[in-house]
């Protein structure tokens, strides 16, 4: 197979992304400054600032889940076992020791086996817990009165932060997995461009060059 430059990344999906980031980066600066790691505004001000980004983030989350359905771009976060140990050995080992990453992007599988399986745990369960958390402590005072009390509200407050560390922990991660392997360039390029280098069977290639002419770059 021959190597191409494909746009992989649609632009609502870049779109997607980058608005997800921004959000949930305003959501960690106000979330922290709630539990008064710093003090950037009144408590109000980070409150209003907190819910608003939650709210938008939502609504995104409703798209994004949307698009990845009707599109069938939920196909690339299933998890595999094929070539799993040797892209966790590579991110462990090889990377320290120079060696070439074992995983080779295609088309229609343009996340390597650990990240589908990391993605995939984001979208199915860490986001879902921050998500009805959150909104269990937004709405607390329609349930408040009723046999669930305020102890129940701290353990929610308890794995919402929790799940929020979790969640600052895979940006570190994330953004250092940036500057390994390729320049920093290189890994962010695709999701401005879109285009990424990917391998093609002729079979793919003939596809996209007769159907979808302009997502190859000749």
């Known amino acids: 197979m021959a190597v191409y430059k494909v ?7 870049r779109f997607w992304h980058w608005t997800q980031a921004a959000l949930i980066f305003i ?36 798209f994004a889940i949307f698009w990845h359905l009707t599109t069938g771009n939920w196909r690339h976060y299933l998890p595999t076992t094929k070539g799993l140990f040797k892209v966790a050995r590579y991110y462990a080992w090889g990377i320290f020791r120079g060696e070439d990453h074992p995983y080779k992007k295609r088309f229609w ?10 993605y995939l745990g984001l979208k199915l ?8 958390t959150g909104l269990a402590y937004l709405l607390y005072g329609f349930w408040s009165q009723g046999p669930v009390t305020a102890s129940s509200l701290e353990w929610v407050a308890v794995i919402h932060t929790l799940f929020a560390f979790l969640m600052a922990a895979f940006i570190i991660i994330h953004i250092y997995l940036l500057t390994t392997g390729h320049s920093f360039k290189e890994h962010v390029s695709p999701m401005i461009t879109g285009y ?6 002729d079979a793919e290639k ?3 060059e007769q159907d979808e002419p302009g997502r190859i770059m000749t």
């Open 109 to 118: 599988h343009k996340h390597n086996p650990l990240q589908a399986l990391a």
């Open 27 to 62: 959501l960690l600066f106000s979330g922290f400054a709630i539990h008064g790691f710093f003090r950037p505004t009144g408590f109000e001000n980070l409150v209003w600032t907190h819910v608003v980004a939650a709210s938008a983030l939502i609504v995104l989350w409703i």
């Open 206 to 208: 003939a596809y996209l």
């Open 7 to 13: 746009k992989v990344f649609s632009r609502f999906e």
């Open 196 to 201: 990424d280098e990917v391998e093609l069977t």
């Open 125 to 132: 369960f860490l986001f879902p817990v921050i998500w009805i």
